[in-house]
């Protein structure tokens, strides 16, 4: 029969229902099962000090006691293994595919401009949030384990349906205009590379990626190995940080400046970095994403190894990139240049990839600033800026050139796709569990058709805001990571919250202790300080 394997229905069919391995609480139930044993001992009072005999059925290879529904597989599974690396390249994917897709396009303009503005001031920053990506991607990786339900299904299953509908709403709006944002990067960056008009990109976009939704029927591994591929582009950020000509003393120097913490502009900046290292829409997709590999409790050290894995090198991007364009674009704050595009990464790195360093163009020069010092506040301005962009042609070889312009589209491309085949995917599987649909979305159309409706819905709607409005430019990339940065503050409360509850999680995978409290502290100081960074964004735009 096959009962619970070939179905494969929503994993939350009905409020009710059992959840197939989903391990039990302390207290042995499971929340929203019934307990049979209550029964048992309501009709049996004389003998409540006799011993009890359960009853045992079974469900497509599934033990049912006291009304819990165990997994035997998962059950037997729940043993302690050495260590194999088979298992965890099958595991890998969930963790590194988020993590990729975090540090999209709009995360590398915001990581540039962090380091043309402030240098190397916000790296320990950078290096910080590596810890906080992987911390709050694992509570997400232990409340789909051991409830086997995504995020807004968890939700409504712990608080009610209306904080359910409260969050997936904002889940929907902030994938929205994440999306959106991602349109807005790529018009920017092929503009720049190439001169393409952002409306021809966009529209090339958004066939693209209804083509991937398209190839989805061949399965959801499929869907995230070609997600790992593209978002494993943006590691090239990486290797070029070994020739962006960064000085170690400077380097380390840099890293303990906190001269700037009062400017508002260092605020909103900072806000915008946390904004982009702590998507919410990243922990819906990742706990989706593991019900939906259906990892059971014995991988749960290989997941987590997935996550730390996808952590690091996400921030391992960010960080490069502030090094690099602090490095190779320090123009302070009081410089009109510094508003980085795709455009000024290309010139920089094609400066690097040629060997020219700021020494040889001028004795004694260390940064862009020696060489090129910001033009006075006159008339003539626009003229010296001309002077020194014809200038900047002068520090790179055509081929250089060349292969930094490639370089650069090629990466993030690969970031911009994979955050957008992240957000297309987690807003529907957070629709379809509040309706209470089926949420496999990886099968033929005529299965599926709500469910590609509305992944293609959402992708027209972030296009024709995309080609309607000015989004391209580096300053909706900040704002866009800093009302993520907002809007993380109910989303952390319901992750911290759930992982910490004994309703929901068993003492061994609950948050408890010194870590538990730890999570609340900072938790609570990023989302206080994002929201501090959005009324300054507000109040003193840039």
């Given at each position: 029969?096959?009962?619970?394997?070939?179905e494969?229905?929503?994993?939350?069919?009905?409020?009710k229902?059992p959840?197939?391995?989903?391990?039990?609480?302390?207290?042995?139930?499971?929340?929203?099962?019934?307990?049979?044993?209550?029964?048992?001992n309501?009709?049996?009072?004389?003998?409540?000090?006799?011993?009890?005999?359960?009853?045992?059925?079974?469900?497509?290879?599934?033990?049912?006691?006291?009304?819990?529904l165990?997994?035997?597989k998962?059950?037997?599974?729940?043993?302690?293994?050495?260590?194999?690396?088979?298992?965890?390249?099958?595991?890998?994917?969930?963790?590194?595919?988020?993590?990729l897709?975090d540090?999209?396009?709009?995360c590398?303009?915001t990581?540039?401009?962090?380091?043309?503005?402030y240098?190397?001031?916000?790296?320990?920053?950078?290096?910080?949030?590596?810890?906080v990506?992987?911390?709050?991607?694992?509570?997400?990786?232990?409340?789909?384990?051991?409830?086997?339900?995504?995020?807004?299904?968890?939700?409504?299953?712990?608080?009610?349906a209306?904080?359910?509908?409260?969050?997936?709403?904002?889940?929907?709006?902030?994938?929205?205009?994440?999306?959106?944002?991602?349109?807005?990067?790529?018009?920017l960056?092929?503009?720049?590379?190439?001169q393409?008009?952002?409306?021809?990109?966009?529209?090339?976009?958004?066939?693209?990626?209804?083509?991937?939704?398209?190839l989805?029927?061949?399965?959801?591994?499929?869907?995230?190995?070609?997600?790992?591929?593209?978002?494993?582009?943006?590691?090239?950020f990486?290797?070029?940080l070994?020739?962006?000509?960064?000085q170690?003393?400077?380097?380390?120097?840099?890293?303990?400046?906190?001269?700037h913490?009062?400017?508002?502009?260092?605020?909103?900046?900072?806000a915008?970095?946390?904004?982009?290292?702590?998507?919410?829409?990243?922990?819906?997709?990742?706990?989706s994403?593991?019900?939906?590999?259906?990892?059971?409790?014995?991988?749960?050290?290989?997941?987590?190894?997935?996550?730390?894995?996808?952590?690091?090198?996400?921030?391992?991007?960010m960080?490069?990139?502030?090094i690099?364009?602090?490095?190779?674009r320090?123009?302070?704050t009081?410089?009109?240049?510094n508003?980085?595009?795709?455009?000024d990464?290309?010139?920089?790195?094609a400066?690097?990839?040629?060997?020219?360093?700021?020494?040889?163009?001028?004795?004694?020069?260390?940064?862009?600033?020696?060489?090129?010092?910001?033009?006075?506040?006159l008339?003539?301005?626009?003229?010296?800026?001309a002077?020194y962009?014809q200038?900047?042609?002068?520090?790179?070889?055509?081929?250089?050139?060349?292969?930094?312009?490639w370089?650069?589209v090629l990466?993030?491309?690969?970031?911009?796709?994979?955050?957008?085949?992240?957000?297309?995917?987690?807003?529907?599987?957070?629709?379809?569990e509040?309706?209470?649909?089926?949420?496999d979305?990886?099968?033929?159309?005529?299965?599926?058709?709500?469910?590609?409706?509305l992944?293609?819905?959402?992708?027209?709607?972030?296009?024709?805001?995309?080609?309607?409005?000015?989004?391209?430019?580096?300053?909706?990339?900040?704002?866009?990571?800093?009302?993520?940065g907002?809007?993380i503050l109910?989303?952390?409360?319901?992750?911290?919250?759930?992982?910490?509850?004994?309703?929901v999680?068993?003492?061994e995978?609950?948050?408890?202790?010194?870590?538990k409290?730890?999570?609340?502290?900072v938790?609570?100081?990023?989302?206080?300080?994002?929201?501090?960074?959005?009324?300054?964004?507000?109040?003193?735009?840039?």
């Open positions: 029969n096959h009962l619970a394997v070939h494969k229905t929503s994993l939350l069919a009905s409020p229902a959840v197939e391995g989903r391990i039990p609480l302390d207290d042995g139930t499971i929340p929203g099962q019934p307990n049979n044993n209550n029964n048992n309501n009709n049996n009072n004389n003998n409540n000090n006799a011993t009890t005999t359960t009853t045992t059925t079974t469900l497509n290879g599934s033990d049912t006691e006291n009304g819990i165990l997994s035997k998962d059950d037997a599974e729940n043993t302690t293994h050495s260590w194999n690396w088979h298992r965890l390249f099958r595991i890998l994917g969930p963790g590194l595919m988020v993590c897709a540090t999209d396009g709009p590398l303009l990581a540039a401009q962090s380091g043309a503005q240098q190397y001031s916000l790296v320990l920053c950078q290096l910080f949030l590596m810890w990506l992987y911390a709050a991607q694992e509570l997400t990786v232990r409340l789909a384990v051991c409830t086997k339900l995504g995020t807004t299904a968890l939700i409504r299953e712990r608080f009610g209306p904080w359910a509908w409260f969050a997936v709403t904002l889940h929907v709006l902030m994938c929205w205009i994440g999306q959106a944002s991602e349109f807005g990067a790529m018009g960056l092929l503009e720049d590379a190439f393409i008009p952002r409306h021809t990109t966009n529209t090339i976009q958004v066939i693209g990626l209804s083509g991937i939704v398209i989805g029927r061949w399965g959801y591994r499929f869907t995230e190995l070609l997600g790992v591929a593209f978002g494993s582009l943006q590691l090239v990486i290797g070029l070994f020739c962006s000509q960064v170690p003393t400077e380097l380390w120097r840099g890293m303990g400046d906190f001269s913490i009062k400017e508002d502009t260092y605020e909103i900046l900072l915008g970095n946390i904004g982009a290292v702590i998507m919410p829409w990243m922990l819906y997709y990742h706990q994403a593991v019900c939906e590999r259906q990892i059971c409790r014995r991988d749960l050290p290989y997941e987590r190894t997935d996550t730390a894995l996808g952590a690091v090198l996400a921030q391992g991007v960080t490069a990139m502030v690099s364009m602090g490095s190779l320090y123009y302070t009081e410089d009109p240049r508003q980085l595009g795709f455009g990464m290309i010139r920089a790195y400066q690097a990839l040629t060997g020219t360093t700021f020494g040889e163009l001028q004795e004694g020069a260390t940064t862009i600033l020696d060489v090129q010092p910001t033009p006075p506040l008339l003539e301005q626009d003229e010296v800026l002077r962009e200038e900047l042609s002068t520090w790179y070889t055509p081929t250089a050139y060349t292969t930094a312009k370089v650069v990466g993030v491309t690969g970031a911009c796709t994979v955050a957008s085949m992240v957000l297309t995917i987690t807003s529907v599987w957070s629709v379809t509040i309706l209470n649909m089926d949420r979305l990886f099968h033929p159309i005529q299965e599926r058709p709500l469910q590609y409706a992944q293609l819905g959402g992708l027209l709607l972030a296009y024709g805001l995309s080609i309607s409005t000015d989004i391209s430019g580096p300053w909706f990339a900040v704002l866009t990571q800093t009302i993520n907002l809007l109910p989303v952390a409360a319901f992750l911290w919250i759930l992982a910490s509850s004994p309703k999680l068993p003492k995978y609950r948050l408890q202790g010194w870590y409290w730890i999570l609340f502290v938790f609570c100081i990023i989302c206080a300080y994002c929201v501090y960074g959005m009324v300054q964004e507000i109040r003193n735009p840039f």
